[in-house]
């Protein structure tokens, strides 16, 4: 148990649209949803805590409405890169932790999501 | 602030040779203490945590809060510990999010 699934695994875009990314708790509900990003041979960088039913919380330097972030229920939440530029190109994950576990700190991470800017 | 250090990017070793990844911590509250681990192709997954006090494929790692300091030890390696290793921190004072080292990839060499 506790798969935690993205989609896409990657994705190609022009520069100007965006771009959505699920994340999905397949076997578990997640009380809580954190969102990363990792640039190459770097380590994963907190971007946000997503919480079903309220607004997500943003790290310092992250831009919340460039970043949209919604937690639609206890399985779901979703990452949409609003009109990206290339240097948004990185490797997104996302990554959930267990109702029934509480706050443990043990998290369940998705395959990630490779998104390139053109 | 949370923050984790790992000093290593990278460290090799024979198989059957001691490992040790450091893994240093600043936090002002009580922390609690994870080491993450991702093999080739394969997503980041828990290897071990220091509440558990537990020992994970071989590998153990003690919490030295007078050094601050987490560091992954295994007596023997194995080829397939091969991999990258993450070092991690979270604490109820900063809402229990989760803070990523810079990561280690140990190869072991046979």
């Known amino acids: 148990g506790a798969v935690v699934s993205q989609h896409p695994s990657w994705v190609i875009c022009k520069s100007g649209t965006s771009v959505k990314i699920e994340c999905r708790s397949l076997d578990f509900q997640a009380t809580t949803m954190f969102w990363y990003r990792q640039f190459p041979k770097q380590s994963l960088m907190l971007m946000a805590t997503?919480?079903?039913?309220?607004?997500?919380?943003?790290e310092q330097g992250v831009e919340k409405d460039k970043f949209l972030i919604n937690h639609a229920s206890l399985t779901l939440s979703t990452l949409t890169v609003t009109s990206a530029h290339p240097e948004d190109s990185s490797f997104y994950i996302c990554?959930?932790?267990?109702?029934?576990?509480?706050?443990?700190?043990?998290?369940?991470f998705g395959e990630g999501s490779r998104l390139t800017v053109l | 602030a949370q923050r984790v250090t790992q000093p290593e990017k990278l460290l090799s070793v024979f198989k059957g040779a001691p490992v040790e990844l450091k893994c240093n911590y600043s936090?002002?509250?009580?922390?609690?203490l994870f080491w993450y681990v991702q093999y080739s192709r394969q997503r980041l997954q828990l290897l071990l945590r220091?509440?558990s006090r537990e020992s994970i494929k071989g590998f153990t790692a003690d919490l030295n809060k007078g050094e601050t300091s987490f560091h992954l030890k295994k007596p023997f390696a194995q080829e397939e510990d091969s991999a990258m290793y993450y070092c991690?921190?979270?604490?109820?004072?900063?809402?229990?999010?989760?803070?990523f080292g810079a990561g280690t990839i140990l190869r072991v060499k046979s």
């Open positions: 997503s919480n079903e039913g309220s607004k997500a919380t943003y």
């Open positions: 990554s959930a932790s267990r109702l029934e576990l509480g706050n443990t700190g043990e998290l369940f």
């Open positions: 991690a921190l979270s604490g109820r004072e900063y809402g229990n999010k989760l803070v």
């Open positions: 936090y002002s509250g009580s922390p609690e």
């Open positions: 220091h509440i």
